[in-house]
């Protein structure tokens, strides 16, 4: 597979039958079929296993939201905080007797 093609994609779903992700990685007509783990030589520079585009990047990361998976320190998306500003402003307004 060639890991600087913007085409390559990462695909996820929950795997129920396995508590675990289902993981595809592709790219035009090819499929990744395994990934092989080296050792690195004493001071090698890591380099990526592969680039994926930021399209690709989305995907993926609807897909593993869709999954279940959530970031560890993360608040929300955006339009949830915006909702709770709005809300939050709402409140203010009620509480401290600005019209709004």
Do not use: C, Y
């Not at 592969?50 to 939201?65: K, P, S």
């Amino acid at each position: 597979m060639n890991t600087t093609d913007p085409r390559a994609s990462i695909r996820v779903t929950q795997a129920p039958w396995n508590s675990g992700i289902a993981v595809l990685i592709s790219a035009g007509d090819g499929v990744a079929k395994s990934v092989i783990i080296e050792k690195r030589a004493p001071g090698e520079v890591d380099q990526p296993t592969m680039m994926i585009g930021h399209e690709a990047a989305q995907v993926l990361m609807d897909d593993l939201w869709g999954a279940g998976v959530r970031p560890t320190a993360g608040s929300g998306s955006a339009g949830q905080l915006a909702a709770m500003r709005a809300h939050l402003e709402d409140v203010r307004r009620l509480a401290f007797g600005r019209g709004g």
